[in-house]
């Protein structure tokens, strides 16, 4: 069973939204933080945003600040990048990854990845 599956990629143009969902089958999903990263062609991979099994914390890239809001939903082990006012650089590969420590430094579980595309 694969541990986190992303979806709800696809292509848009600058200034539109996408939202992106992971579904999370790890055991101890309700206590672990949840963060989506993205990685761009040519480039390293790069943190986007984090939740911790706390609610009310979360943290953000400076590059989506503002932009981008992460939220999870316990009860559906599910975690979603609701993502506006997108840019050409948001073009990317997400990832949804899983840190079962819940401090969101430690990621043992990572999704197989959906392409955002945006177009200027």
């Known amino acids: 069973q694969v541990p986190l599956v992303e979806s709800g990629g696809g292509l848009v143009q600058a200034g539109g939204s996408l939202r992106l969902s992971c579904a999370a089958s790890?055991?101890?999903?309700?206590?672990?933080?949840m963060g989506w990263f993205r990685q761009a062609p040519g480039k390293e991979r790069e943190f986007v945003a984090v939740?911790?099994?706390?609610?009310?914390?979360?943290r953000y890239a400076d590059s989506v600040k503002g932009r981008f809001t992460i939220s999870r939903d316990n009860a559906k082990n599910t975690v979603c990048l609701q993502m506006n006012s997108l840019k050409p650089e948001d073009t990317a590969v997400y990832y949804c990854?899983?840190?079962?420590?819940?401090?969101?430094?430690?990621?043992?579980?990572w999704g197989q990845g959906t392409q955002v595309t945006v177009s200027s």
């Open positions: 790890v055991r101890t999903f309700s206590s672990a933080a």
């Open positions: 990854a899983a840190d079962e420590t819940g401090w969101g430094r430690e990621y043992g579980y």
């Open positions: 939740i911790r099994r706390s609610l009310g914390y979360t």
